[in-house]
């Protein structure tokens, strides 16, 4: 069992940065798989960001690649979303997500755990 809570969001400019943290409270961090995922209203969700156990294997959405960043640190148990060249269309809530599996996972139903969210908006 992991409890995820995101926070970091906010009203930033279009071209501006954010960045995005996610605390998971488990004893066995390191055995998760975590991403990012968004949903814009009226949308559904959709996968940002993954980084396998070790932090060594990313993979990106197309939407955002080379402008968002994921990390993750072992020692406290958090995992990131650098935002950068943000535009308007990023705009959405954005999840983070743990999964307890080998390499990374791009699809909604391979996370088991969800954090509540925190909101994005990007004004033009």
């Known amino acids: 069992q992991v409890q995820l809570v995101e926070s970091g969001g906010g009203l930033v400019q279009a071209g501006g940065s954010l960045r995005l943290s996610c605390a998971a409270s488990?004893?066995?961090?390191?055995?998760?798989?975590m991403a990012w995922f968004r949903q814009a209203p009226g949308k559904e969700r959709e996968f940002v960001a993954t980084i396998s156990r070790s932090g060594r294997i990313t993979y990106y959405a197309d939407s955002v690649k080379g402008r968002f960043t994921i990390s993750r640190d072992s020692a406290k148990n958090m995992v990131y979303l650098q935002m950068n060249s943000v535009k308007p269309e990023d705009t959405a809530v954005y999840y983070c997500a743990a999964a307890q599996i080998w390499g990374t996972a791009t699809r909604r139903d391979e996370y088991d755990y969800w954090g509540q969210g925190t909101q994005v908006t990007v004004s033009s």
């Open positions: 488990t004893r066995t961090f390191s055995s998760y798989v």
